[in-house]
């Protein structure tokens, strides 16, 4: 309900991107082509008048037939769209349109040549990253990129309702754009077979921890909580709203609210003990025995199939399978077995890990290369199930669209 009086206290921002897309599909998709046609140049000035203008102060457009490449051809309608006075924010969502469009081309021509084969996909998605971040910026300007890419970075951050200074602002923009490198740098090293997996997770996760540190450091230990979701207020508000389709009654509520505060509390406490070593087993056998046992409370409040219902209803691959179902030549029951035999893999992969680890803590040697082969080939198997039951196409669909989880090649 909040979201959609948001929405209808701006009537003439809606208007104004309704003009803009309508505008941006007409420039871009007909390019060069559309400027030199011959009813293009037979139409007049005279003609042109009586045209209901887009902005007020349209500004004169130049041709733009001999701008060669497509950065050329972007950083041409910036300019123009931004002398009517378009802001940076829309700016920036014509110009990732145009760049998404070209990507979707290029990342389904190269999926029919891998075969859906995960480290040139991987590749694939570092290359659009970087090359995302280098177009916005050729596009936008340095001042206009930064405004736009600071915005994302931040609301990656999850700052919640906090208030944050110029300089506090300028800060954690360059603490998350280093944690952005880094990860970039350690994707690079994999996929040169530099590093492998397991050394990527366990670098990544102590890059993470780092970060978490220093935004910590530099916003105060309360002021960080906060941002994180972790006060009262903000706490409650986000459990409800995960909670509204399955709408709880009141003492439900309450009781949740209570457990996913006593999680929060003791996730926090395990974050200080393990801060030295993000990686540890021990910590991460403790907070999904956290997770567990908040999973095993918000069964007991809300009933078994209640219960269900919610996690198919926050699984982001569930919720495409949804979305997505006609498109994928899928229907309930197809949806219901992929769903639980995702369950069943990923709940199998950490029973074995489990077992592994608790072997190690009493002293075993684990050979830890023959338990990820033995994982790698139970993904194939798993894999291979999924193909025959959906058939090849609607497969390739869905993994290209990260319904499966089969890429991630598990480590203790």
Known sequence: MGFMSREFRHPASLVLNVILVVMVVVMVLHKSERAS?????????????NEKPVFTNQPKLTRYTNLASASDRRRWLVDQLRAAGVPNNVLARVVLSDLEEGWQKRFEESAEKSRGDADTMAAQQQEQEKDEDAEMRAALGEEGYKQ????????????????LTASETNA????KKKLQQRHWDLEQARLKGEIDDAEVNDAYDKAYSEFNQQAKALLGD???????????GTAAASLRQDLAKVNPSDPQFQDLLKAQQQLNDRRSELDKQFQDDPTSADYAEQIKALDEARDQQYQSVLGTNVFDALQKEQDNGYSKMKKYESTWGLDDNKIDYVYGSVKYYEKSVQDYQTQARALE????????????????????QTRQALQNYLGPDNYNKMQRNGVFPFNEVPHH
Do not use: C, H
Request: charged content about 30%; proline content about 3%.
């Open 361 to 380: 803590a009493q002293g075993q040697k684990v050979d830890w290369d023959a338990v990820n082969k033995n994982l790698q080939q139970f993904a194939e």
């Open 148 to 163: 736009w890419d600071q915005g994302k970075m931040l609301q990656e951050v999850n700052l919640g309702k906090i208030q």
């Open 172 to 175: 954690l923009y360059d603490l």
């Open 37 to 49: 046609a011959p009813s293009a140049r037979e139409v007049s000035p005279e003609k042109m008048t």
């Open 222 to 232: 309360e002021r960080y909580a906060e941002s994180q979701g972790l006060d009262a």
